[in-house]
């Protein structure tokens, strides 16, 4: 049985917004019934652009369902540049996740969504036969794969298979994958950064990851100085006081830069 | 989800424990607990307790002694204990045959032992599920050290005629040995192995009413394995550890109360799936018949429902309290349909959408009516969220429906 959230229940058993519309503006399919799911996606658009109805037509499991379902609800009212900008990821979201298996079901909503606002534009779809395919089970280009594998920050072969199904079937293109993979995730060869650059990037990744996490415990960190891999800081409010913030500073604060910037980083506290 | 109304049609996955073999086992956890090896009278009542169980065995199987019977701990465990035994003893031949509608723990297997160096034949089925046997006699050649077939298919309840089988391939080659998953068989029709050319043949007893953890293999005496789990004495030597003493009682129950079932289940158990089947295939005009409708398991029906997707359907009956299974992708994660449905060719419009409904001899008529009358209306729902309204238009004109 699979962990579905309450939202993907409450929508795959009343499904909104389902059914077709006659004289749609635009109407967006994603997969087919070979693969196993399929999505077909119709749209009403007004004269300002902004998306008065949409429909959804969905041969697929029960997130496959959620997804087209709470996805039609996302971008009725908006304008159809923004609905183009919602992600996979944001559909994921709003269903209170998907089971990592699942996660190419809010991909397909995303696909179906944009050849949709692409039939409204009159854009060319790119022709799959131009690309290079790389799952033949499931139909899958390589630059499917690389936007994909860029967007969601996939990093392993399960990870892709979880959200595109490539190489989820026979299985006899998961070596390509792997290599994509590796071109994709390989880190350059970074330039040594200036001192500046540095404590701007390592300023970036306290605001970003490390200050949420204390400012719950009611303190903040703060950085003093950078010497090549040295980084002084100086913890303040209650971590300050915190007969714990040794383990903090290593587990933690020394940890998160090492994996973001390298692994030579010393944390010294002054 | 409340028990409150539960149908269980999905006992080819499991069954409940009949209460008679749980009233079985129970003395056997707390009071009778000594070891069956034990030399003082407590721990070697128990071992008379396991002889008697593994007599009971012997006439389940039908084989001609007791000694032919070894208790193991599930279907997957006799099949890698015969097969692998057999290989073991035997490095002469290099070339296994077995079918492309195995249940995993022998078609795994076998994907694992070409990694180790053997040649495998996979043999297919035909679109009735029926196997292509004169493809597998073919393939026997002095190279061939073990044939296995399964007696009757998990998904589609196809029966394979093996004991037919195992009397052509050793005409071809009398050195290449014959295992018989028997998992989906028994308990659902008679075994009767001593008048075969069968070597081996496993089951799994929490498919018949007993608990689940133990199951069966029967080896003929004339036939030598190796064992897989080395140790003790237990089991005459093939396989070490302690005896499950309540496990086993339970399943030398559950096998003597299965044997004397046997003629409801050809009855009444079949009139009840087929009363589904018909049931289901005449109101639903986008259902077709996946299992064959003769050579079959009397309590198994998989029907594909075409253009909708099974796990779907599963859940739908799920919040009915229904409960089924399906050869769909999405259900197991794995993104692949049902391996047995892809090699007889089930047409993908019906494949993601096939339902397999498997009834035991506690399913009653009442279950059977309300699922009747439930399949319609979660059909037709998920039809009309369908894609491919004009197919399915078409599909219903071609089947004179307007």
């Given at each position: 049985m699979w962990n579905y959230s309450e939202t993907v229940m409450e929508h795959y058993r009343n499904p909104r917004n389902a059914g077709s519309i006659e004289d749609a503006d635009a109407i967006g399919e994603a997969g087919s019934l070979s693969c196993g799911d399929m999505l077909k996606l119709y749209l009403k658009v007004d004269?300002?652009?902004?998306?008065t109805d949409a429909k959804f037509q969905t041969f697929g499991c029960g997130s496959a369902v959620a997804s087209s379902s709470i996805m039609t609800e996302m971008i009725i009212g908006k304008h159809i540049d923004e609905a183009r900008k919602i992600t996979n990821k944001q559909i994921a979201e709003a269903l209170g996740g998907l089971p990592p298996e699942k996660m190419h079901c809010s991909v397909m909503g995303h696909e179906a969504l944009e050849a949709a606002i692409a039939n409204y534009y009159h854009e060319d779809i790119k022709p799959h036969t131009d690309e290079e395919l790389v799952c033949t089970c499931f139909d899958i280009t390589k630059s499917f794969l690389i936007e994909e594998i860029k967007n969601n920050n996939l990093k392993t072969l399960e990870d892709v298979i979880n959200y595109t199904?490539?190489?989820?079937?026979?299985?006899?293109c998961q070596g390509k994958i792997k290599e994509i993979l590796a071109e994709i995730n390989s880190v350059p060869k970074e330039e040594k950064l200036t001192k500046t650059q540095m404590i701007i990037k390592i300023n970036n990744i306290i605001e970003k990851y490390i200050s949420p996490e204390l400012r719950k415990d009611g303190g903040d960190i703060e950085l003093i100085d950078v010497d090549e891999n040295q980084i002084k800081v100086k913890l303040t409010g209650r971590c300050q006081a915190c007969n714990r913030s040794k383990i903090t500073l290593t587990h933690f604060v020394e940890a998160t830069l090492k994996q973001h910037i390298n692994e030579n980083i010393e944390i010294i506290q002054v | 989800m409340s028990n409150s109304k539960l149908i269980y049609l999905d006992n080819n996955a499991t069954t409940k424990v009949d209460e008679q073999v749980l009233e079985a086992m129970m003395p056997y956890f707390c009071q009778y607990y000594g070891n069956p090896s034990s030399i003082y009278e407590f721990g070697g009542l128990n071992s008379r307790v396991i002889k008697e169980a593994r007599e009971t065995l012997r006439e389940f199987f039908g084989?001609?002694?007791?000694?032919e019977i070894f208790f193991t701990a599930s279907g997957s465990e006799s099949a890698n204990m015969a097969i692998r035994g057999i290989l073991a003893g035997d490095k002469s031949k290099n070339h296994l045959i077995t079918t492309k509608v195995e249940h995993p723990c022998v078609l795994n297997l076998h994907k694992q032992l070409e990694k180790e160096g053997y040649n495998v034949t996979y043999i297919g089925v035909n679109s009735a599920g029926e196997l292509n046997t004169d493809e597998l006699y073919d393939a026997v050649n002095e190279k061939t050290a073990l044939v296995s077939v399964m007696y009757a298919n998990n998904e589609t309840g196809a029966i394979f005629p093996v004991e037919e089988i195992a009397q052509k391939v050793k005409s071809k080659n009398k050195d290449t040995k014959i295992y018989v998953d028997a998992v989906q068989a028994a308990g659902k029709i008679n075994l009767d192995v001593?008048?075969?050319?069968?070597?081996m043949m496993g089951i799994s007893g929490h498919k018949f009413h007993a608990p689940k953890g133990i199951g069966a293999l029967y080896v003929k005496s004339s036939v030598l394995i190796s064992p897989l789990i080395i140790g003790g004495h237990q089991e005459n030597g093939k396989r070490a550890g302690t005896e499950n003493v309540p496990s086993i009682v339970g399943l030398a129950k559950a096998a003597s109360l299965a044997q004397d079932a046997l003629p409801y289940e050809a009855t009444k158990v079949k009139e009840l799936r087929d009363k589904l089947e018909t049931g289901i295939l005449s109101k639903i005009y986008n259902a077709r018949l996946n299992?064959?409708?003769?050579?079959?398991?009397?309590?198994t029906t998989n029907i594909g429902f075409e253009y909708i997707e099974g796990e779907l359907i599963l859940l739908n009956l799920n919040d009915l309290g229904i409960c089924a299974s399906s050869g769909s992708a999405c259900t197991s994660g794995s993104l692949d349909p049902s391996h047995v449905l892809k090699a007889m060719g089930v047409p993908f419009t019906a494949l993601h959408g096939s339902i397999r409904f498997s009834l035991s001899r506690f399913t009653t008529e009442e279950e059977i009516d309300y699922t009747i009358a439930k399949m319609p209306e979660v059909v037709n729902k998920l039809t009309a969220l369908s894609p491919f309204q004009k197919e399915l238009a078409e599909l219903k004109r071609r089947k004179g429906i307007i």
């Open positions: 004269d300002n652009g902004i998306i199904k490539a190489g989820g079937a026979c299985g006899k | 084989a001609r002694s007791s000694k001593e008048n075969t050319e069968i070597d299992s064959p409708s003769n050579n079959r398991v009397p309590n």
